[in-house]
């Protein structure tokens, strides 16, 4: 039986955390949305935090050991300052908990080290395809193995970083089975497309790459040229997916519970009123149960235990959760929440996305 109480090693960093989200993220939130850029100094002392080499071994280039919980409780307290941030700190995870989990030995030798170093190297991830019945388990992009290699061909979308990373995992159906390849940058056959323009997350660059018969060495199979069982990889993504939604639903939350208790008309707060306290008792409810729903799952997952079903659940009802507290949010605050003097209705974009948007975290 799992308990809910963190460690005290998980309370540091949580308390770490949050002070930074609360000094360098939540500031910048605005600026980095219109700008559609963070600021390089963001990223670098996101970096500082150490968050990834904590979780890489030290024979390895780290300084600890992975915990799916840990990552959990730390994306939550990065999406409560600001989701493209938290995405931006978090995306060299998205080639290094792969190799560490299902990476081959000389997979880890090499790219461990270089990317839990001491400078940020952000890296990426392509999964996504730009299809309406996109599915993880059914891509249409194919690895077909050829002369001791493997050649991609298919196209992607909403790649985080795409243009700025050293080293990219690009997923892709091997006779049916999703798989996953190590690709260097500047590699024949990759095309890296114009940076995409969404509804929210504007401060995080995501672009469309294509693979044009893009040859890759056997040897560069995530897990080597038989490849890997992924499922534990797309579970650690949902768990993180769902962790980053419970960040953002706890911003709306708190700043709609601090405003309606701030909030006067005909002489009272207007968290004094029924339908508005009944509206925040149901936010906060939805908020709870996603948060216990993405722990459960990440405690299965150190563990070592399937954890699918959970995985899932999570993210589902985490998707909903959070669009729905933002959604909430701007209404409580009425017309104050629709304009850009108050960062509810940037939140509200930035949670339509989590029910669109896979692949861009893991922990």
Known sequence: ???????????TLVDTVRRFASRELRPHLREAEEAAALPDSLTRSGWELGLLPASIPEELGGFGERSALTGALAAEELAWGDLAGALAIMAPNLVAFPVLL??????QAELLPLLAGESYRPASA?????????????????????DGQFVLS????NVPYAAESDWMLVYAAVDGK????LVEKGTPGLAIGEREQNM??????????????????????LGGPDGADLSVIFDASRVASAA????????????????????????EAIAQRQSIAFTLAEMATELEGARLLAWEAAWMLDQGQEATR??????????????????????????????????????????????????????
């Not at 395809?129 to 077909?144: C, I, K, N």
Request: one cysteine or more; glycine letters at 8%.
């Open 1 to 11: 039986m799992y308990g809910f109480e963190p460690s005290d090693d998980q309370k």
């Open 102 to 107: 299902r990476g081959s030995k000389e997979q």
């Open 126 to 146: 392509a999964l996504m395809e730009p299809r309406y019945d996109f599915d993880a388990a059914s891509l249409q992009t194919r690895a077909v193995r050829r």
């Open 154 to 157: 298919g196209v992607k979308c």
């Open 178 to 181: 999703t798989q996953a390849f």
């Open 200 to 221: 929210g997350l504007n401060a995080l660059p995501l672009y469309s790459v294509e693979l044009r018969d893009c040859a890759i060495p056997a040897a560069r199979r």
């Open 244 to 267: 980053l939604a419970v960040g953002l639903g706890r911003a709306a939350y708190e700043y709609a519970l601090d405003y309606a208790k701030n909030r006067k008309a005909f002489g």
């Open 310 to 363: 959970e995985a899932y659940l999570a993210k589902t009802l985490a998707d909903d959760m959070v669009l729905m507290l933002a959604d909430r949010a701007v209404q409580i605050l009425g017309g104050h929440g629709y304009i850009r003097d108050y960062p509810v209705e940037l939140w509200l974009r930035n949670a339509r996305g989590f029910a669109v948007l896979e692949g861009l975290a893991i922990v």
